[in-house]
């Protein structure tokens, strides 16, 4: 699949998840408070960078003049319009982004990197927008990322069902590609628990987060191997619940002023 179809593929599968999005965007809703938390206010332009349906908008409208909104989806970017809460809001690709250079002071971007096929352009696109001085706040899920469900479908069968996520040092070496960006990073594990792996499953599709990798498995699984990889899964609790983790990276990005 090429980046274009695939580039496609992603939004189409996040926009028949807009209605089921928010109810079940637990992991999107802790990550991106705790983005928040180190997003410094600003009285200027703050990007929403993959904004989804805007339901962090209003927090963010209070850290900033005006409000740029950004995403992929057609149809989240209705969510948003519908919220009323962003100056501005855009469909593009967050690595091509129709903004003028150094014209943004603020970059907000949760739980969205990691569905970019190259997300160094991302990055440098963010270094290019972003006024010397500005800052941008960024999470993403890293490798380690359903490393259970990962495991737990191994003993069923050698398909890939579960997205592949960069390692830590992919983001540990990006200074040669924004040379003109302070980087920080920050690691936190995020466990989630579920009463099954269908429920996780569920979770997954209604985020649209679901099979959207490149040669993913599209054979039908039936109740029996679903059966097969409840009982593989690790670290199951004494009621039957199981517990899924989630590596997120925070990236505070800071662009150099001009001497």
């Known amino acids: ?11 189409r599968h996040f926009g ?7 109810q ?7 990550v991106a408070t705790k983005a928040l938390s180190l997003l410094t206010p600003t ?5 929403d960078l993959g904004c989804g349906p805007g339901w962090f908008h209003p927090e963010l409208k209070q850290r900033c003049a005006d409000l740029l909104a950004l995403d992929l989806s057609y149809d989240m970017l209705q969510k948003t319009r519908a919220a009323q809460c962003a100056t501005f809001i855009f469909q593009a690709d967050a690595q091509s982004l129709p903004v003028a250079s150094e014209s943004t002071d603020r970059v907000f971007s949760s739980l969205m990197l990691q569905w970019c096929e190259q997300p160094q352009l991302v990055l440098q696109e963010i270094a290019r927008v972003l006024k010397p001085g500005g800052s941008a706040v960024i999470s993403t899920l890293l490798d380690g ?11 069923v069968d050698s398909h890939q069902h579960i997205n592949q996520f960069l390692p830590l040092d992919f983001y540990q070496q990006l200074g040669p590609h924004c040379p003109d960006l302070a980087l920080t990073l920050q690691i936190e594990t995020v466990r989630l628990e579920y009463p099954d792996v269908l429920a ?8 649209g987060a679901n099979t959207v990798t490149q040669g993913r498995n599209k054979a039908l699984t039936g109740k029996q191997r679903w059966q097969k990889v409840q009982q593989a899964y690790p670290s199951r609790s004494l009621d039957g619940q ?4 989630y590596q997120v990276l925070y990236l505070v990005l800071t662009k150099q002023s001009i001497e």
């Open 1 to 11: 699949m090429n980046a274009l179809a695939l580039t496609d593929d992603i939004a």
């Open 16 to 22: 028949r998840a807009r209605e089921s999005y928010e």
């Open 24 to 30: 079940a965007a637990r992991l999107q809703r802790l």
């Open 43 to 47: 009285q200027g332009l703050l990007l």
């Open 145 to 155: 990322t359903l490393q259970e469900f990962k495991q737990a479908w191994a003993q």
């Open 200 to 207: 996780l499953a569920r979770e997954l599709k209604d985020l």
């Open 242 to 245: 199981i517990s899924a983790s």
